[in-house]
T-cell receptor
């Protein structure tokens, strides 16, 4: 079974530029998560989708971040414009039903460096 | 709010040594507790979990017991190997927070031959 796929794996951009990250979850997983992991810290949730619906986006900085999950499968996370403080690893995870006791399966992440 | 505190790292051990990584949490009710591991260059993967008090999660020789009275979920392994070198994250999830995982800061473990 294929795992969670993310691309690109690495991205270097200059501040004020836009950037987008793509995630393909495990087949059949209805719940998709985007987390941000700053250096030396644990991941923090940005947004959670149940199928196409964003059900928890309370931690998403909506002035510059946006996300979509068209057709309830793949998802894209966008930052526009990027700031120096956005340098981090962006992790995508998926789960079958999104219950709070379920295992979340993580992708390898996209490491973003903003110069 | 919910929070997870892990012992400060990094931790360096010799092969076959005993490992303990402490994890305590702050949350009301009965959260589910998890240990995730991140090997170099790879994504986070679940190591073990426990969903109710006194449950013991185990996998690959690692164990952790959900202690409600001490709000702890310490990770242990009797004999570590070089291949166990990784970053270990303790995390919790609560019904009232959806399925959001709240992570600790992670503990870097290095095992020397």
């Amino acid at each position: 079974e294929a795992g969670v796929v993310q691309s690109p794996r690495y991205k270097i951009i200059e501040k004020k530029q836009p950037v987008a990250f793509w995630c393909n979850p495990i087949s059949g997983h209805n719940t998709l998560y985007w987390y941000r992991q700053n250096l030396g810290q644990g991941p923090e949730l940005l947004i959670r989708y149940e199928n196409e619906e964003a059900v928890d986006d309370s931690q998403l900085p909506k002035d510059r971040f946006s996300a979509e999950r068209l057709k309830g499968v793949d998802s894209t996370l966008k930052i526009q414009p990027a700031e120096l403080g956005d340098s981090a690893v962006y992790l995508c995870a998926s789960a079958t039903g999104g219950s709070w006791w379920e295992t979340q399966y993580f992708g390898p992440g996209t490491r973003l460096l903003v110069l | 709010g919910n929070s997870v505190t892990q012992m400060e790292g990094p931790v360096t051990l010799s092969e076959e040594a005993f490992l303990t990584i402490n994890c305590t949490y702050t949350a009301t009710g009965y959260p589910s507790l998890f240990w995730y591991v991140q090997y170099p260059g790879e994504g986070l993967q679940l190591l073990l979990k426990a969903t109710k008090a006194d449950d013991k999660g185990s996998n690959k020789g690692f164990e952790a017991t959900y202690r409600k009275e001490t709000t702890s979920f310490h990770l242990e392994k009797g004999s570590v190997q070089v291949s166990d070198s990784a970053v270990y994250f303790c995390a919790l999830s609560k019904e009232t927070s959806g399925s959001r995982l709240t992570f600790g800061e992670g503990t870097q473990l290095t095992v020397n031959p």
